[in-house]
């Protein structure tokens, strides 16, 4: 491979797809697992090469080859994968040394008392310093070979990480897939019955974050430290000055302002003098326990966030205290926030109820994002080969622009004769400046593809919600197949509204990874031209903020497509009158929902990715990372399709409740979320009492009328 490579340097350094490499055909690939069985019998180690003398000798080889690495199979061809046999021992802490006598946990080891074994995900984190023994067997070539040993070092990286996830097979089902679609309908369950505590804890518990990062800052800046220190000395100050007139007082040379019964100045008598002193005894105390406060949050962060914090504070002190200052003001803006949005929040709490509800009614909807996801794959896997073929095809404009019998129906070598007899000169900048075309058209094609597939998904779920809403409770018009009747609807009526939607997010994507080239292509320009820079960051924040900006309102738009078969343009009007009726009311809605999205979707990968690792390395597999990687994906895909429809039905019924409100007076909201609007209860008793009533008095009649015929 080496020699190969050597001989074709020019091509492998400008188009290494097009390096041609020697190769033998045989019944299976040699795999040299146990080096001793090379020892008695070289034969086995031996690849023979089957052409003639002549043949082998011109390529620069030989009768034979030894194989002495093991290979596998990738796509018919026979790639070498590390031929390391190791024997490993058990992992052992150097530091701190072991003593059980004050550590009972340590287990000693026997040939070296002061290691311990370290059995448990909780030893990794106490032990500081291990010692590892590891034996090595295997075969090498006595003549080095980079490209080879490179390529088997990745192979068996690679071969490693499959064995680990295939024997963790069961362990990846259970915590991966098992257990995040378990939590996720645990945690609907918990938002079903106790929504408004969850809901009222995590607003606590952000302006709590929000004080303390305000009170790190400080600390950080030394500001904190100012204050304490100079309040300290005053009650010091205080605390002597006090101390002295006391002592004056009791031998009855000083007259102060303070006496028993006599404002004028008549003593300072001694159970005031007490008095103050414990006072002032108090306040140092306090504050010195408020310094010893300040010190233990921050050593509550990481050594080596404080240290780059404590780097910065020293180069910059001023920009560490208006970052505290600012962020106290928005800790102290969001409290008064959430106490006066109280009626908003409350709101809120009973659509997270009726989004349970309709979760609950209509289970089937969360495996629609799955659906989604497994529609989507297929794209990505496309557009991956997709791109290696461009990046490997030698595009001209020719291939476009002619008529010639490359385009018809002619054979491989006759458009290969044909292609060099085209009086055609195609210059580099035109061949790149076609492929960078076909890039782009093939990008965007793929990004409107999967944007159109995940609209019709959002619209779908909007469909079967703002259904169920409305028609719950009357049997005769409830759908019973919810989410089939919605898709057919929108793949019926509303697929060109969804593509001119998806049309729209994808070129601003594609416009946001053209800007991401140019920045990639301009760094060393961009380190000599401070403007650049600046104008680069600034346009690809403005675009980022465009593109959430679009799909924030066009997921609104396709709930009014939904719900009332809107065009595109008439639910944008739409949107923006929900946008400026209720403002305040959206804008609580999301900040709840991004919140409990982000506990749901952190929370349950984070605990499926630790459970699995730590149940991997009680089992003692050799490589529990993997394993745990590819639970956190899987677990982190639940979680968010869970996210997900739980956000779609939330904005969905909030949609219907606004309407509902507006057009038919609340008639068709459950009774939590008619109060929580500020409808009386006692309306809707007396209102259904008098349509019970109204009912009753049809039925009599009805019955009047019959026995009259009869």
């Not at 028609?471 to 898709?487: G, H, I, T, W």
């Not at 403007?531 to 924030?552: D, G, P, T």
């Not at 008098?690 to 009869?710: F, I």
């Amino acid at each position: 491979m080496d020699q190969d490579a050597l001989e074709q340097a020019d091509v492998a350094a400008v188009q290494p797809w097009k390096v041609v490499f020697y190769g033998l055909c045989v019944a299976s690939c040699p795999s040299v697992r146990d080096p001793t069985v090379c020892f008695g019998d070289a034969s086995r180690c031996m690849v023979h090469d089957y052409g003639t003398v002549e043949q082998y000798t011109e390529a620069g080889g030989s009768a034979f080859y030894f194989a002495v690495l093991p290979t596998i199979s990738v796509m018919n061809r026979c790639i070498p994968t590390s031929g390391t046999a190791a024997s490993r021992d058990p992992d052992k802490c150097v530091y701190p040394p072991c003593n059980n006598v004050t550590n009972p946990w340590m287990v000693c080891d026997e040939r070296f008392p002061s290691l311990w074994l370290i059995n448990s995900v909780a030893d990794q984190f106490r032990c500081e310093v291990k010692y590892q023994h590891v034996e090595v067997d295997q075969l090498a070539p006595m003549r080095p070979s980079p490209l080879t040993d490179k390529l088997s070092s990745y192979m068996g990286a690679g071969q490693r990480l499959v064995d680990a996830i295939l024997d963790a097979r069961d362990v990846i089902i259970g915590y991966g897939l098992g257990l995040p679609v378990f939590l996720g309908l645990a945690w609907l369950l918990l938002l079903r019955f106790l929504a408004g505590v969850v809901v009222y804890l995590a607003i606590v518990c952000i302006g709590i974050a929000l004080f303390a990062l305000a009170f790190y800052l400080f600390a950080i800046s030394g500001e904190l430290a100012a204050v304490l220190d100079q309040l300290g000395s005053q009650l010091g100050g205080i605390n002597s000055t006090l101390g002295s007139r006391c002592v004056n007082a009791s031998s009855g040379d000083v007259r102060g302002d303070f006496g028993s019964g006599d404002v004028n100045g008549s003593g300072f008598p001694s159970d005031e003098c007490a008095t103050a002193n414990a006072l002032a005894s108090a306040f140092a105390a306090t504050a010195e326990q408020a310094n010893q406060a300040a010190g233990a949050l921050v050593r509550l962060v990481p050594t080596e966030v404080n240290e780059l914090s404590n780097a910065a504070a020293s180069e910059n002190p001023m920009l560490y205290t208006i970052s505290a200052w600012v962020a106290l003001t928005v800790a102290v803006l969001y409290m008064v926030a959430m106490c006066l949005a109280r009626k908003k929040i409350r709101i809120a709490v009973a659509l997270i109820k009726e989004a349970c509800g309709v979760l609950a009614d209509q289970p089937a909807a969360m495996a629609l994002p799955l659906a989604v996801l497994g529609a989507q794959l297929p794209l990505l896997i496309y557009l991956v080969v997709g791109l290696l073929f461009l990046g490997t095809a030698h595009l001209e404009l020719a291939h476009f622009t002619t008529s010639s019998a490359l385009t018809a129906h002619s054979t491989y070598s006759q458009a290969l004769v044909i292609n060099e007899d085209l009086p055609v000169t195609i210059d580099l900048g035109s061949y790149l400046s076609v492929q960078n075309g076909a890039y782009v058209y093939f990008l965007f094609g793929i990004l409107w593809t999967m944007e159109t597939v995940r609209n019709i998904g959002w619209t779908t779920l909007s469909g079967a919600f703002s259904d169920w809403y409305f028609f719950r409770r009357d049997a005769k018009l409830r759908s019973r197949a919810p989410l089939v009747q919605s898709l057919t609807r929108v793949v019926r009526y509303h697929l060109g509204t969804i593509l001119f939607g998806s049309f729209l997010i994808a070129l601003v994507q594609l416009v946001r990874i053209l800007l991401e080239l140019v920045d990639r292509q301009t760094k060393k320009l961009q380190e000599t031209n401070a403007a650049l820079k600046l104008a680069i960051k600034c346009v690809k924040c403005c675009l980022y903020c465009f593109e959430k900006s679009l799909k924030f309102i066009t997921n609104y738009c396709y709930i009014y497509v939904a719900l009332q078969g809107s065009s595109f343009c008439s639910a944008c009007i739409k949107t923006f009158g929900l946008i400026t009726s209720q403002p305040a009311q959206l804008a609580l809605n999301t900040f709840v929902r991004v919140v409990l999205g982000l506990i749901q979707t952190a929370g349950i990968t984070v605990f499926c990715t630790w459970i699995c690792h730590a149940h991997l390395e009680r089992l003692g597999n050799p490589e529990p990372m993997y394993p745990a990687l590819i639970t956190a994906l899987a677990a982190y895909v639940i979680a968010s399709s869970f996210a997900l429809v739980f956000s779609c039905a939330l904005d969905t019924l909030f949609v219907c409740a606004v309407r509902d409100k507006v057009e038919y007076k609340g008639a068709f909201m459950s009774d939590g979320l008619y109060s929580a609007f500020g409808f009386d209860k006692a309306e809707r008793k007396a209102d259904r009492s008098e349509r019970k009533a109204r009912r009753a008095e049809r039925h009599q009649a009805k019955r009047a009328a019959a026995q009259s015929e009869s």
